[in-house]
Nanobody, 121 residues
Framework: QVQLVESGGGLVQAGGSLRLSCAASGRTFSSAAMGWFRQAPGKEREFVAVLSRNGAFRTYADSVKGRFTISRDNPTNTVYLQMSSLKPEDTAVYYC??????????????WGQGTQVTVSS
């Protein structure tokens, strides 16, 4: 079992930065790939980034590549999403997830409750 709790969301102006954190409990954190997804109002949940269990491999959605960075700290069971050069279209609820490497929601078994990110123009 893995429980995930996101934090760090908020309101930021376009061009600004935020760092999201996802604190995990459970003994399987270090063996799970960690992903970030987001869901904007009226839209489906979409993939943002994924990081392998040892942190060696990562992939980003084209829409965030070069602006977002995913990282993890296994000793503290925490995964981060550093977001820079934010745009209004980044506004969404952001979710972290733990599971197998992949770009689909179905690849992940555990989900956090989400944290709201709002980017004003």
């Amino acid at each position: 079992q893995v429980q995930l709790v996101e934090s760090g969301g908020g309101l930021v102006q376009a061009g600004g930065s935020l760092r999201l954190s996802c604190a995990a409990s459970g003994r399987t954190f270090s063996s799970a790939a960690m992903g970030w997804f987001r869901q904007a109002p009226g839209k489906e949940r979409e993939f943002v980034a994924v990081l392998s269990r040892n942190g060696a491999f990562r992939t980003y959605a084209d829409s965030v590549k070069g602006r977002f960075t995913i990282s993890r700290d296994n000793p503290t069971n925490t995964v981060y999403l550093q977001m820079s050069s934010l745009k209004p279209e980044d506004t969404a609820v952001y979710y972290c997830a733990a599971g197998n490497w992949g770009y689909r929601s179905s690849d992940y078994e555990y989900w956090g409750q989400g944290t709201q990110v709002t980017v004003s123009s």
